[in-house]
């Protein structure tokens, strides 16, 4: 397995005041992502643990993305992938902000 | 800018059993916003023994459980997620389910609900794994003696296969779907060990009509059949909880009777079809056809399938 | 130990255990009373027709409402894996067949698994896993799935998974794994009496379902009794 | 002695040879391979009939077990290599020279051959391409077909399979070849006469029906929800844009996603009657809730899909069907209305460069083209206009007269970023042009040429190459829906936001899409079951696609 670990800065605060969610399921091709708010507002951290080596460029560039978009501040994000495709684990990082705003 | 096209409530249609994640399925399943699970995922209590095999691990080892209510009646749940290494037993896995058990006795709840999607022992934790199923079963046996049903539901991918389908054969009552399959050996497994002439694992319709949902509520091995809507089994589950066998002698006479009937009557028969011929269903290669309504309308004709024997 | 061996050295008066396709059953004079014996032995795959006398033979001696002990004498395949068992709901027969030990044993009978062959999966569930409590002879090797094909399944090489079993009990096949597991609560000497060992066992058979307990103690599984105590500790009814 | 009939006496010498072993034109599955020894002789122009669908399997078999002493150096011109004795015949010596159109499955084992030096390759074409050869430079000395059933004069009913069969026979039986049909029974009066008897010479009774492969069913249950928003784009962004209404579908999971909400997506956004009403396309289960809601109008079909027979019969409205209520299905007429008479192409591919060139082939496999290349070109004969066709038309338009403007066909691939195993779609170079060098080829297979190449769907987004004037800004376009794969990382970012604003790279937000609702409820069924709840009953699929 190897592990990433991502820190960002954000704008702002991520809306709402649910302390929690997760989303998505560990499977091939599948990943699951636990949201907590934990951090200062303006804090993003995202931990990462993949069985597929090697690709720590492309979850950079998809971490730093969601990031831009979402404005994930104060959120402490994990991840156990699955072997996902980056377009799907850009999608349950949205859906799991989405579920943070509720 | 964007719009919100599809409003999820309007959408017309259920949730489907069989897609819905194990979260998604409690969620649906219980009083709405009753759920509170034990262990969460923030615990981060993930098994102990899938880096060894460089495997990924799940924040609630594919079981989650906890309590909540059902049309207001306190209940456990437990529910197996399929999709993280078939819903197969492991150690942390196993004995989120035990515990639960264990603590049913004390808090003394309506009903135990077991959310079953799996394929079994988890290879890389099996002895573990078959240990914690030998301790459910006992669990089980112990709540149901204490006078509080054990209700199984079973209509995900992975089914209720190899240990599971002991620990489903445990429970008090079983609601299954079509989808739902009840199983030790599971097709593979049997090609594997005694080749394509005895399973062929490929043929999906024998597949079904040997293991799946209408095979087993036919002959008795499950008490309710549901549709494969969140909704259904919410319903069914609540009228299996309503008429719930006790767990002592007479019970398991009685089931050792009507295991006893059943291999006389059916112990020759090759296929499914042969047994439900003898059922007295009149077209028995339209069963894997019928919906749940026909479906329901014959067993109530059969008369026979339904039973306290368990 | 053979079960015949195993037969002689308990009931050195004679006895009235039988084997017929495998499946063992009977009892014999034990300690002024009785002892019932069950079992499967000579490596013989549990299907539905041998699940559902067996489990007829457990009910006969519940029936009779005295507390005989009731001995499960292991030496068996897995689950007889076919088209025919699984059609006529093998999953059921199991369970059953369990399920009656299970009763057996909260009526007082005191119930002991012994395994001294083979067993493995679902046969291995129904019978020996399903008493108060299992104890092995030496020799006995029961298993999951054997290591080749854990390779198969688990894309594995062999040699790997054979090193790695060496200090992971919780997946490799073998008695002192499921020793260190806590499924199996001793390994009795075939150099002492045997009925001695059984007496002492049945004497002392836990209260409550220990083998978790035993699994950490051992280190076969870390963490399996912390989190059901946990669940314990931390459910409420809403 | 006339030298200008020299062809009909040697086909009349080896149909008296062939007699031999037939009791008139009947043969018995057994003696086969005594009848393909009478009349083949070596060198023989053969089409063996078998493309991505149905296989003269039973002839295949025999013409694999003929003596090569006796039988050898055939020139194999057939549509398909999917059987493994398709290529068996070429190790044994049987056949040595192959001109043909698909591979599929075999698509590894002939890259090898080929490599090997054990197949001597004309060329791989396209389906209507090789039809056309057949009339002019590859016209069969035997062609080897299948059937449903036959009666004793050799009148042929081919089924709702009939797909090659028309073409191979015309150009075999009219230019003095030898036909000899499978079947899969003999039979006193065929339900339609598909082929005349007089152009059959022997009928061979099988030893089982001929394989028909369900190339075409895709199990709406593993419809991922990428696939679902990319379908949502082409919808939105496409078919509406443009207003779609004859059309050919690809086999992918992207465009049956795209049939699966034509009912429910589509029809809420009051789509219904304006696209996708007429189509050339093979009977794809997925298309049944369509058009059961009433959205379809008429569809043609190349050749039939496994378990769909029932449900075509009781839908004659919809599909072309003969006198006996069966399906007729024509590979030829289907591939050149999906050339003519449809103003889109949507389809799938393994791998997309630069440029928007496209292939199927990867380092190891030569899969072969099918049809997808004559549906998606943009044909230059093409005299009549609609609005799709105009429309797309002007947005390619760069320079001169507006008034000889012509139209262009759409042709669309859609392709998620990342494939199996986290391949990328997006390439620097094709590896078709690495095989193609590493076995001789001439010609690089590629299956959709850049300059054919009107939009590329993926998840990021739409990429409209019509409205691209340099090349610069065509690589990207192509870089800009890319998303995380090297070519999409690679992208100026200012570039692809100034072709945002241009409308020439369209991502979700821009289209009014959430990606979040792209959402597995969306589909009109979702799995095979609903499918045939959709269809009353009648659609009855393989026993590999159910779980009931």
New interface residues.
Partial sequence: MEKLSFRHTTQKALPGAKAQAITGVVASGNLEVLLERALPATECTVEIETPIRGYGDVWAAVVADFVARAQPGGLRITVNDGGARPDTVSLRLLQGARLMEV | MSERIIDPAARGWATSWYEASARARIDGFLDAGSFREIIGPEQRRMSPHLPLFDLPRAFDDGMIIGSGRLDGKPVLVAAQEGRFMGGAFGEVHGAKLVGLLRAALPLNPDAVLILFDTGGVRLQEANAGETAIAEVMRAITQVRAAGVPVIGLIGGRAGAYGGGGLIAGTCSRLVVSESGRISVSGPEVIETNKGAEEFDSRDRALVWRTMGGKHRRLTGGADAFADDTVEAFRQAALDAIARAPAFDLTTLEAEQRRLEERLARFGDCRDATEIWTRLGVNDPEAVPALSTADFDALLANLGETTHDAR | MTLVEILAALFPEGHSVTVTDGLVSGEGPFRGGRLAVIGIDGDTALG??GA?RL??DV?DV??RGDRTPILVAIDSDS?R????????????????L???L??AD??GHPTLGLIYGHSA??A???TA??TRALVGLPGANPS??DLPS?AR??K?PLDRLEA?AKD??????GLD??VR???VQAVLDPDRPLAEQIAAVIDALPAD?I??QA?RARG??????E??????R????? | MSGWRREREARDARIEAGRAHAAGKVVAAAAVVDLLEAILRPGDRVCLEGDNQKQADCLARGLSQCDPGRVHDLHMVQSGIVLPEHLDIFEQGIARRLDYSYSGPQGGRIARMLYGGQIELGAVHTYLELFARYFVDLTPNVALIAGVSADREGNLYTGPNTEDTPTVVEATAFKNGIVVAQVNEIVDRVPRVDIPGDRIDFVVEADKPFYVEPLFTRDPAAMTETQILMAMMAIKGIYAEYGIRRLNHGIGFGTAAIELLLPTYAERLGLKGEIATHWALNPHPTLIPAIESGWVKQVHCFGSEVGMDRYIRERSDIFFTGADGSLRSNRAFCQTAGLYACDLFIGSTLQIDLSGHSSTVTQNRVAGFGGAPNMGSDPHGRRHPSDTWMKAGREAQVTGDPALMRGRKLVVQIVETFGEGLVPAFVERLDALELAKKIGLELAPVMVYADDVTHIVTEEGIANLLLCRTADEREQAIRGVAGYTEIGRGRDRAMVEQLRQRGIVRRPEDLGIEPLDADRSLLAAKSIKDLVHWSGGLYEPPAKFRNW
């Fill in positions: 539905v027709d559902c489990a007829r009910l519940v029936r689950q894996m076919s088209r025919r068992d699984e059609l006529l709901g093998l999953n059921e027969y199991l369970a059953h369990a399920k009656t299970l009763l909260a009526k999966a679902g291995f569930i129904a896993l399903a999951v799935m854990v399944v688990t594995l790695m992971t009990p919780v997946f490799a096949p794994n499921m597991t806590g499924a379902d083998r978790d699994g076969g599984r870390p963490v399996a009794e989190i059901a105590a946990q669940v314990v931390d459910a409420r009814l809403g």
